[in-house]
């Protein structure tokens, strides 16, 4: 019995620890707290542009301008911005940074960071843009050496040897965009189209802050283009060895040719609404190269083409009206061989169509330009102005010796000293001097050099 009781305990004993180490509680462990995550507070901020030239009206619904807000550091904990605008009136800029353009004048479009209220602002300018084509009949047929839209200028400049440049209209610092040799100057809305001499004369497109420079796909040489309707519409030498018409989209895409029976060597051509005035090359004048016929013709392929004038003559111009819905031709101007202005009206009615003479000025006519009520022209003497319909004929500037000068007037009001007559005079003869930009007010006074 005594042995049994002590080995009965020995037995509890030896059990015991095991036993206790069974239903004793695990020991707390402590949980460390997690650390607080720390905050990236914005440091700066800034926009893509500095500036934008915005156009009106509108084309389309959606907004055509961009503003991004880049907050740094890159880590910062909330980037958000708000967009606030100086005048509503002028511009607005949505959430993403679109901006709309909604009427003529100046607005400041501000970034603010929701944190700390950092801000970055961009000044918009809304103009109005061209409202049908890239340039005007007159300006193409001189070469389209210049094109104006809104306040700017932009021209060949001769001081860089004919690059692209743009300048102010009312003056100002010259403002370089490419060093490409420039003709046939077309400006939409922020684009520049041109023929790029320095590249054989293809065609080519660059945003109106000089970026963005882009060749438009046909390797042909280009004698002149227009932009209109959302397509450039210009003349290039085809497989049948003859300067045709051909259409392209503004990205360089769906090139196609005017197609139209018995269509000759295009020497000029202008698109008004939808159809075409054009001549063909003619021979020669002392010179000088000559065009044959003036023809109008819609741009449907089944439409025949109405003979404007049967003659050789020695360039084309005409008053546009930019009307709405669609603009129409009124009367047209052309120079005689002989090197009279001529001027036609009625064209498209035989009933009341005329042919008179406008003015025959000794020495003979060099060039011609019309804008609103007036008809300019320059000779060896100067450049000059007669009203479309022949009263008041007036010299605005003598030109140097031995210079041509082509006209490229800007109306800015309905006044004569609100219309600046821009106008480029080159050397008749290599060698004889440089080529210079002038310009001078419509009444004749402050003629004054500008290149």
């Not at 003559?313 to 047209?332: K, W």
Request: hydrophobic share 40%.
């Amino acid at each position: 019995m005594r042995r049994f009781v002590i080995a009965a305990v020995g037995i509890i004993l030896l059990a015991g620890p095991a036993a206790y180490a069974q239903v004793a509680p695990a020991p707390v462990r402590k949980l460390e707290k997690p650390p607080a995550l720390a905050v990236v507070e914005p440091a700066s901020i800034k926009l893509n542009k500095s500036e934008v030239w915005a156009f009106v009206p509108r084309m389309v619904a959606q907004p055509e301008y961009r503003l991004v807000a880049t907050v740094l550091p890159e880590n910062a904990t909330n980037k958000k911005v708000l967009w606030e605008s100086s005048d509503r009136s002028v511009a607005t800029v949505d959430a993403n940074g679109y901006v709309w353009p909604q009427g003529v004048g100046t607005a400041v479009l501000k970034a603010v960071t929701q944190v700390k209220g950092l801000s970055a602002e961009c000044r918009v300018v809304v103009e109005e843009r061209n409202k049908y084509s890239g340039n005007t009949i007159s300006n193409l047929l001189n070469r389209g050496s210049m094109a104006r839209q809104g306040s700017w200028i932009y021209f060949s400049d001769p001081g860089r040897g004919g690059r692209l440049s743009k300048m102010k209209i009312e003056g100002g610092g010259i403002v370089p965009l490419c060093d490409d040799a420039v003709s046939f100057i077309n400006v939409w809305r922020d684009t520049v189209y041109y023929v790029n001499n320095s590249d054989g004369r293809k065609l080519y497109s660059i945003d109106i802050y000089g970026e963005n420079r882009k060749w438009l796909n046909d390797s042909n040489p280009v004698y002149g283009a227009q932009y209109y309707g959302g397509k450039i519409l210009y003349s290039s030498s085809g497989p049948n060895n003859l300067v045709n018409l051909y259409t392209i989209e503004l990205d360089g895409t769906d090139r196609r040719i005017v197609d139209w029976p018995g269509l000759g060597n295009v020497s000029f051509f202008y698109r008004v609404a939808d159809s075409v005035l054009y001549a063909f090359l003619g021979r020669k004048e002392g010179g000088q190269a000559g065009a044959g016929l003036i023809l109008h013709r819609p741009l449907e392929r089944a439409s025949a083409a109405t003979e404007v004038f049967g003659g050789e003559h020695m360039g084309f111009t005409a008053r546009v009206h930019n009307v709405d819905p669609q603009p129409g031709i009124g009367e047209i101007f052309y120079i005689t061989t002989a090197g009279e202005i001529r001027r036609i009206t009625g064209f498209n009615d035989p009933k009341r169509k005329k042919n008179e003479l406008l003015v025959a000025p000794r020495p003979r006519v060099r060039s011609i330009s019309v804008d609103g009520m007036w008809v300019y022209y320059a000779n060896d003497a100067g450049v000059h102005k007669i009203r479309w319909d022949g009263r008041e004929n007036q010299m605005l500037a003598r030109t140097p010796a031995n210079t041509v000068a082509v006209i490229y007037p800007v109306a800015l009001g309905d006044k004569p000293e609100e219309t600046w007559v821009f106008y480029r005079v080159f050397p008749q003869k290599e060698g004889m001097g440089g080529t210079h930009i002038y310009k001078v007010r419509g009444n004749g006074l402050d003629n004054v050099q500008v290149r």
